[in-house]
C-alpha cells in the first residue's frame, strides 16, 4: 500500500483504483474510526464509481488504517488532515479532482475546498446543520469528552454514553489504536469554516436517521449553490446503502468533464 510523509513527518498512507479514463481523479476521505477501505471499498462505493468510469483514491487519516499513528493531539485536527489531502494531490499531479467526505472526512472536505481551487465538484455525506452552528462534527449529539474518556477506558462496560460506547465497539471490531483516536477526539475542529468560499458544485448526502446529520439543509444553505439529497439509513448505515452511491456517482458525473 503506497504512502507519502505529510509535512509534519506522518506517514500517510492511500489507495487508488486506476480506470482508463479522461476524467479526474475522485477522492476519497472518510469518517472517524474507519479507513478507506471499510468506508468506501466495503461498502460497494468504489465499485460504482470504478463501474461508472472514474479513477478513484482513498485516502487513511493520520491515526486510522495503514497511516501513522502518533498520540500527540497537536498533530490531529480536520484542518491538519485536510493538509495532508493538498499533499497527496501535489503527489498524484492532479490539475483537477472531485473530492468526497463523510463525518469528520467531510469536515475535512469542506476545508479543503474552501481553499483548493482544484476542486471540480464536492459532495459531503454524514453532516448536517452542526458544520454551520459549531465548526464542524455534532459533539452535542456525541461529546467529544464522553468519547475521548470511552475511548481510553479499560472497562467497555462503564461506558454510559450509548452513542460514545458504539464508537468504541466499532473501534474494538476493527483494531484501532484507542489512544491515537482520542487524541484526534480531543482536536476535533470547531471554528467557522469558509463554507461561502467553496465555489465547487457541492452535493450534500444525510441519512434520514442520522441524528449525527441532523438539519442538512442549514449546511446546504450556506454553501453557495448546493444541492442536498438524502438516502435511507443511520450515521454507520447511510454510506453502506445503495442510494448513497447511486446519487454520489449520478452527482460526479453530471459536471461538465464527464
Same mark, same amino acid.
Request: charged share 25%; glycine share 8%; net charge positive.
Given at each position: 500500500m503506497p504512502t507519502f510523509t505529510a509535512t509534519d513527518g506522518v506517514e500517510i498512507a492511500y489507495r487508488v483504483w486506476e480506470c482508463d479514463s479522461d476524467l479526474p481523479l475522485v477522492l476519497l476521505h472518510h469518517g472517524f474510526i474507519a479507513d478507506g477501505r471499510t468506508n468506501w471499498e466495503v461498502t460497494g462505493v468504489v465499485a460504482a464509481l470504478t463501474a461508472a468510469g472514474r479513477r478513484v483514491a482513498a485516502i487513511d487519516a493520520r491515526?486510522?488504517?495503514a497511516s501513522g499513528?502518533?498520540?500527540?493531539?497537536a498533530r490531529y485536527g480536520e484542518a491538519r488532515m485536510a493538509e495532508d489531502v493538498g499533499t497527496l494531490v501535489d503527489l498524484l499531479g492532479e490539475p483537477r479532482y472531485d473530492l468526497a467526505g463523510y463525518s469528520m472526512g467531510a469536515v475535512v472536505s469542506l476545508l479543503a475546498a474552501a481553499r483548493d481551487r482544484r476542486v471540480r465538484r464536492l459532495a459531503v455525506g454524514g453532516v448536517g446543520a452542526a458544520v454551520v452552528e459549531l465548526g464542524g462534527v455534532d459533539t452535542r449529539?456525541?461529546?467529544a469528552e464522553a468519547l475521548r474518556s470511552a475511548l481510553l477506558t479499560d472497562d467497555p462496560a462503564s461506558i454510559t454514553d450509548q452513542g460514545a460506547a458504539d464508537f468504541r465497539a466499532f473501534v474494538d471490531a476493527i483494531g484501532g489504536d484507542r489512544t491515537a483516536l482520542a487524541a484526534?477526539?480531543?482536536s476535533v475542529h470547531d471554528r467557522p469554516i469558509a463554507l461561502g468560499a467553496i465555489e465547487a458544485p457541492t452535493l450534500v448526502l444525510a441519512g434520514v436517521d442520522d441524528p449525527l446529520a441532523? *438539519?442538512?439543509?442549514v449546511l446546504a *444553505?450556506?454553501?453557495p449553490g448546493a444541492t442536498l439529497r438524502t438516502v435511507p439509513g443511520d450515521h454507520l448505515g447511510?454510506?453502506?446503502d445503495p442510494a448513497f452511491a447511486k446519487e454520489l456517482v449520478a452527482f460526479l458525473n453530471a459536471g461538465p468533464d464527464a
Open positions: 491515526g486510522h488504517g499513528k502518533p498520540h500527540d493531539p449529539v456525541i461529546r484526534q477526539a480531543a441532523a *438539519r442538512p439543509e *444553505r450556506a454553501i447511510a454510506v453502506a
